[in-house]
């Protein structure tokens, strides 16, 4: 009898196992295509044709900002490469990449891009998907800010609300404008599904008549993001 015992564990355990290494695989090619997605998608290319043609009028005008603004989209162009082969990146290590892209931006917005950062102390060294704040960032600017004659400002917001975290961004713009942004954020969803076993949440909504909110909720575990 202890012999069929055994057998029905070992089958279930050898079941389970099979389950995590296909869900294994999955995100690792889903981490693969995103990569590929934010080559073109969040560092486009027209981000980096806009980019270029800003460095180039710089370049004899004012050759400091336009050695920064090199150094940056190389910067840039080295996460997008390297960094997401990591899988997951610190919020502090985040952040920094999304004020690189803010300030490249900003050479073709100037004065109609804004960006408002609110982030609580706590989750600095928190880990989540690499370059995910940033693509929510990117699809502010390009179904918000950029639609906008005037611009507007940017919110990025991230917080420990019980047992999770919650990084949210918000900008101007409508739901009808934003919903066309269609790839790059079904993956992210994707990637979130499976990185936390459907704990994890993304949700685009129309919070008033001018303002769309984009919101990642992720468990905080702290034992994993030591």
Same mark, same amino acid.
């Given at each position: 009898m202890s012999i069929w015992v055994l057998a029905y564990h070992l089958y279930h355990y050898y079941q389970k196992e099979v389950v995590t290494a296909k869900e294994n695989a999955q995100l690792s090619l889903i981490a693969k295509q995103a990569q590929l997605d934010n080559l073109s998608a969040q560092l486009?290319?027209? !981000?980096? !044709?806009?980019?270029?043609?800003?460095?180039?009028?710089?370049v004899i005008e004012n050759p400091d900002t336009a050695r920064r603004s090199i150094d940056l989209l190389s910067d840039l162009l080295r996460s997008s490469l390297y960094e997401k082969e990591k899988g997951l990146i610190t919020i502090k290590e985040e952040l920094s990449l999304v004020k690189d892209y803010i300030e490249l931006e900003k050479m073709r917005f100037e004065e109609r891009l804004h960006l408002e950062i609110s982030v609580d102390k706590i989750v600095h060294n928190f880990k989540i998907p690499t370059l995910s704040i940033q693509l929510l960032v990117e699809n502010a600017i390009k179904h918000g800010i950029d639609l906008i004659v005037k611009g507007g400002t940017i919110s990025l917001i991230i917080k420990k609300q019980k047992d999770f975290i919650e990084m949210i961004v918000r900008n101007p713009g409508t739901i009808d404008d934003t919903k066309r942004a269609g790839l790059g954020l079904k993956n992210l969803q994707k990637r979130l599904t499976i990185q936390y076993k459907n704990k994890a949440t993304f949700n685009l909504t129309q919070t008033n008549t001018e303002e769309v909110e984009a919101k990642i909720t992720i468990p905080f575990i702290a034992d994993e993001n030591i």
């Amino acid at each position: 009898m202890s012999i069929w015992v055994l057998a029905y564990h070992l089958y279930h355990y050898y079941q389970k196992e099979v389950v995590t290494a296909k869900e294994n695989a999955q995100l690792s090619l889903i981490a693969k295509q995103a990569q590929l997605d934010n080559l073109s998608a969040q560092l486009n290319p027209h !981000f980096l !044709f806009n980019s270029l043609n800003s460095i180039k009028s710089l370049v004899i005008e004012n050759p400091d900002t336009a050695r920064r603004s090199i150094d940056l989209l190389s910067d840039l162009l080295r996460s997008s490469l390297y960094e997401k082969e990591k899988g997951l990146i610190t919020i502090k290590e985040e952040l920094s990449l999304v004020k690189d892209y803010i300030e490249l931006e900003k050479m073709r917005f100037e004065e109609r891009l804004h960006l408002e950062i609110s982030v609580d102390k706590i989750v600095h060294n928190f880990k989540i998907p690499t370059l995910s704040i940033q693509l929510l960032v990117e699809n502010a600017i390009k179904h918000g800010i950029d639609l906008i004659v005037k611009g507007g400002t940017i919110s990025l917001i991230i917080k420990k609300q019980k047992d999770f975290i919650e990084m949210i961004v918000r900008n101007p713009g409508t739901i009808d404008d934003t919903k066309r942004a269609g790839l790059g954020l079904k993956n992210l969803q994707k990637r979130l599904t499976i990185q936390y076993k459907n704990k994890a949440t993304f949700n685009l909504t129309q919070t008033n008549t001018e303002e769309v909110e984009a919101k990642i909720t992720i468990p905080f575990i702290a034992d994993e993001n030591i």
